[in-house]
């Protein structure tokens, strides 16, 4: 059974050419990134989406897709989720996926609310929670144990401890 999986999140076009910069949601930007692949998108009207060149530029992939020759064809793609389906990750039990955190409710330990998931950064160093407070502002969390201690897919809750100011950090 075949599962899908969001290879990399489409951001800000970069240059003239039609290029534009991508978070990655993948192990494996090599051997998912890759000319001549075709992805599935979300929304799905902005697909399917041909990669014609990748590269790195300052540790950020930029990517160019058939048909979009330019800035204002890049720009329509900004946050499109290039997906791919995939039998081998299905078990991959090492970490957590943007499209299974999106909207959970973020707490504190002692219940509180904070607000809800907005958006997972993959980073190579650390992850970054994106989370939405209940006031509207956005507020960066390190994706590590010690600052979100506990993850409950059936109650759709993530819950953080964060240092002193962290939260108001966005306003």
Request: aromatic fraction near 4%; charged fraction near 25%.
């Amino acid at each position: 059974m075949s599962q899908t999986f969001v290879v990399a999140r489409v951001g800000k076009p970069h240059g003239l050419r039609g290029e534009v910069t991508v978070q990655v949601h993948t192990d494996d930007p090599a051997g998912r990134l890759v000319p001549g692949t075709s992805f599935a998108t979300d929304p799905p009207q902005r697909g399917p989406l041909t990669l014609v060149s990748v590269r790195q530029h300052q540790g950020t992939y930029l990517l160019g897709f058939e048909g979009h020759p330019d800035r204002t064809a890049a720009e329509a793609l900004r946050g499109t989720r290039l997906l791919v389906e995939d039998e081998a990750e299905e078990d991959d039990d090492e970490g957590w996926r943007e499209e299974d955190l999106l909207g959970f409710a973020v707490t504190l330990t002692d219940g509180r609310p904070v607000g809800e998931v907005a958006a997972l950064h993959v980073r190579p160093v650390q992850d970054l929670l994106e989370v939405r407070t209940t006031s509207g502002t956005l507020v960066l969390v390190p994706f590590v144990e010690e600052l979100v201690p506990r993850i409950d897919e059936e109650e759709r809750t993530v819950v953080v401890d964060p240092p002193p100011g962290l939260l108001e950090l966005g306003e």
